[in-house]
């Protein structure tokens, strides 16, 4: 940094190449001393910064004061914004104006000040679609990572709650926010989490998901993720009383919980709000339908291929009748059928609605009813996969993870039979068994078993019950990596 | 060498997969030699965890490791003609390399992860057995037979907890509660007294029937009592008693394979 104002205005200019939004407003005051201010164009209120900062300096005496005495006067006396924040680096202005604060910049000082008055347009709180409830707050988390603070803050009203900021990214210097609570996360997990995602080499951070990798304890891009994403504060903030940390992403809703344990995938904000009874069905229904949704096409291709004795007589002739009518090898008509659902489900997604509704009607009626008719795909067939598709609908969650193992298990089955399907899950479940995420085991508590902690697992228990003992993801057994 | 750690509930139900699995290869009478068979190794089992508890002589270790060596390709030798002749299924070959695949991959993840999948497969396989059980109950008859390599498997089955515990003593964290252990031990004592007994209808049932389902759990085992054996060898030896145990391991193997051909 230059004691020139001129001089430091040219670098600035520079720096940004000249760009468009980027915003000086040079002001002479009354002793005839020059400031500035950067901002950065539609990052801030400009309201605010006429009110608190352009006006009450335009309005001041300052006298003989200049340099390093002037700014601590405009400081002290003159600005009435409610945050300010000393920068002492040119880099640091420029990240700050960029956040939306307004940088005063005063000649022949080598000090600067960031200044709250950031305003720039966001999407208003809305109820995520992702995460619908029937019971429950209807609020979501936004692009906007301060007002993702706020409804944290809101409903967490303890001085324990603790928010740390700090930015990734070299290139998009995205800010994110650590939310922890200070009594329930350790020190250890806490210091790793920002060790992980200080060494976070990454260039451009767009969203959440491109940090996840960075976060588990392996580094690999791996089947099952140790790191959950939720939309929901309510949710977020129940994660938080456990022990977990949160991390925040600015421009994007889904905030990063870690660590994420398998059973979590099946838990939702309505299992606490309805009678635990109700609950408990739903989640062992949740748990029925993860294994139709990754095994189902698989065994029904094991069965028929290799031990079709296993099937009722009637049921068996009905099979064989229409597999003898189609033209595919069984396995070949399962992957087809599979691949189109998948097609149709992503073409679903990505268009407009009205268009997401023609395509299912087209998929339903003209692929699935005409094929069938046709003889291309047989009806049982279709019908396993179908089963398969709706049942992963329950736990979209670990949709990704379904997809991938449904498929692995249809081609074990139809290429090794019942015996590849189980020796498969024996893979699969000694991996899931493998990771863990800061020390937590990503299979506890169901293995290390813990009898505690499965009060909320298959069945919750009555809130009486429940608010008799804490739990904490890092009292899990095997959860003590990062403890120490 | 990973320094995993393993709880000794997590160590028993690995070690019930493990027999499990030997015991699929087992054909026999029952009989006073049969008996001696099965009583025999329970009590050099417990001779060697009291004699050689976490400070086995290299010898030993080795020769521990070598019986275990061989006892992984006796499963694999005996998993495949299972497949093969008495079930008449067609990719064997297949279902071979899936098994030592798995072996291979559970080698390289840890006993930890190892011992901790073995809880969750264990109350499947608890879960397949009862419900084969019901099903002979109701005289469902079995459609196939079990063959194998007839008493030599039992001695090999029996042995394993005493070899794998010397060898993982280091990594095993003692708990204070008996009785999963005591249980542990009673239903290890039902299926030796149901395999004495195969002409029981309900022995044939947990045993010899149910062809999809429980043969698909003996798989399981099978790959996963490879596992156990070959990270408990490969994890816990080192280079020059691995060394060591492969060759009296490959002999041991041979001579038991030999003299299987021979009778």
């Not at chain 1, 307004?102 to 950031?118: C, H, N, P, T, Y």
């Not at chain 1, 290139?171 to 806490?190: F, M, P, Q, R, W």
């Not at chain 1, 939702?268 to 993860?290: E, G, H, Q, T, W």
């Not at chain 1, 081609?411 to 899931?432: D, E, N, Q, T, Y």
Request: glycine residues 6%; charged residues 20%; proline residues 4%.
């Amino acid at each position: 940094m230059n004691i020139s104002l001129k001089e430091n205005i040219n670098t600035l200019k520079t720096k940004t190449s000249g760009s468009a939004d980027f915003t000086v407003r040079e002001l002479r005051l009354r002793n005839g001393e020059s400031v500035a201010i950067i901002t950065t164009e539609g990052m801030s209120d400009k309201e605010s910064l006429a009110i608190s900062v352009v006006n009450p300096m335009l309005g001041c005496d300052p006298k003989k004061k200049r340099g390093e005495e002037l700014f601590d006067y405009l400081v002290e006396n003159v600005l009435s914004a409610g945050e300010v924040i000393p920068v002492d680096t040119l880099v640091d202005a420029l990240r700050f104006s960029m956040s939306g604060f307004a940088v005063l910049m005063v000649d022949q000082s080598l000090r600067m000040l960031a200044i709250g008055v950031q305003g720039y347009s966001h999407r208003s709180v809305s109820e995520p679609e992702s995460e619908l409830v029937q019971r429950g707050s209807r609020e979501g988390f936004t692009e906007a990572s301060r007002i993702n603070m706020t409804l944290i803050r809101r409903r967490m009203k303890t001085p324990d709650l603790v928010f740390e900021t700090m930015t990734v990214g070299s290139v998009s210097k995205t800010e994110l926010v650590l939310v922890y609570l200070e009594k329930k996360a350790t020190k250890s997990s806490v210091d790793e989490v920002r060790k992980r995602l200080k060494a976070c080499d990454i260039k451009t951070v767009l969203g959440s998901g491109y940090l996840v990798p960075y976060l588990e304890d392996s580094g690999k891009n791996e089947v099952f993720t140790g790191v959950g994403i939720t939309e929901r504060p309510d949710t977020l903030c129940g994660k938080l009383t456990e022990g977990r940390i949160g991390i925040i992403v600015d421009g994007t809703p889904s905030v990063l919980v870690i660590p994420h344990l398998f059973v979590e995938n099946f838990q939702s904000v309505d299992d606490y709000s309805n009678r635990p009874y109700f609950a408990a069905i739903i989640r062992i229904l949740k748990y029925i339908s993860y294994f139709a949704a990754v095994l189902f096409p698989g065994i029904y291709i094991a069965l028929v291929n290799f031990h079709p004795d296993y099937f009722p007589k009637e049921l068996l002739k009905n099979i064989r009748e229409s597999i003898d009518h189609t033209p595919l090898p069984l396995i070949l008509e399962v992957l087809v059928i599979d691949f189109i659902y998948e097609v149709m489900r992503e073409s679903g997604l990505r268009l407009p609605k009205v268009l997401g509704h023609a395509v299912s009607i087209v998929g339903a009626l003209v692929i699935g009813d005409c094929a069938i008719n046709a003889g291309i795909i047989g009806a049982p067939t279709l019908m396993s996969v179908a089963i398969a598709a709706i049942c992963s609908y329950v736990i979209p969650d670990l949709y990704p993870q379904v997809t991938v193992l449904r498929l692995s298990f249809i081609v074990v089955g139809g290429m090794l039979g019942i015996f590849g399907v189980a020796s498969l899950s024996a893979v699969v479940l000694v991996f899931m068994c493998s990771k863990s995420t800061l020390g937590v085991v990503y299979m506890s508590p169901l293995t290390p078993f813990s009898q505690r902690h499965m009060r909320d697992v298959f069945v919750r228990l009555g809130w009486k019950k429940l608010s008799k003992y804490e739990m904490n993801v890092q009292n899990l057994k095997g959860g003590s990596a990062y403890e120490k | 060498m990973k320094n995993d750690r393993i709880t000794l509930s997590q160590f028993s139900f690995s070690m019930f997969l493990s027999l499990l699995s030997a015991l699929m290869f087992i054909k026999g009478k029952p009989s006073v030699p049969n008996l001696a068979a099965a009583v025999a190794p329970l009590a050099i089992d417990l001779l060697i965890v009291a004699f050689y508890k976490g400070g086995a002589p290299i010898a030993v270790k080795a020769a521990l490791a070598a019986y275990m060596f061989a006892y992984c390709v006796l499963v694999a030798v005996s998993f495949c003609r299972f497949l093969y002749k008495d079930l008449g299924y067609g990719p064997y070959w297949g279902l071979a390399l899936v098994s030592v695949g798995f072996a291979y991959f559970c080698s390289v993840k840890g006993i930890e992860p190892l011992a901790r999948a073995s809880v969750i497969i264990s109350v499947f396989v608890f879960a397949a057995l009862i419900y084969v059980t019901v099903l002979s109950l109701f005289k469902v008859e079995p459609e196939f037979e079990f063959d194998g390599f007839s008493g030599f498997s039992l001695p090999f089955s029996l042995l394993l907890p005493a070899a794998v515990y010397v060898l993982l003593y280091d990594n095993i964290i003692p708990e204070k509660k008996y009785i999963p252990y005591i249980l542990f031990g009673i239903l290890l004592a039902v299926i030796v007294f149901y395999y004495l007994l195969p002409d029981d209808k309900a022995a044939v049932g947990i045993f010899k029937g149910a062809d999809g389902l429980l043969s698909a759990v003996l798989s399981v085992a099978s790959a996963y009592s490879l596992s156990t054996c070959a990270q408990a060898v490969v994890g816990n030896t080192k280079k020059r008693e691995l060394l060591a145990a492969v060759f009296l391991g490959a002999v041991f193997a041979a001579a038991v394979v030999f003299l299987y051909c021979k009778i």
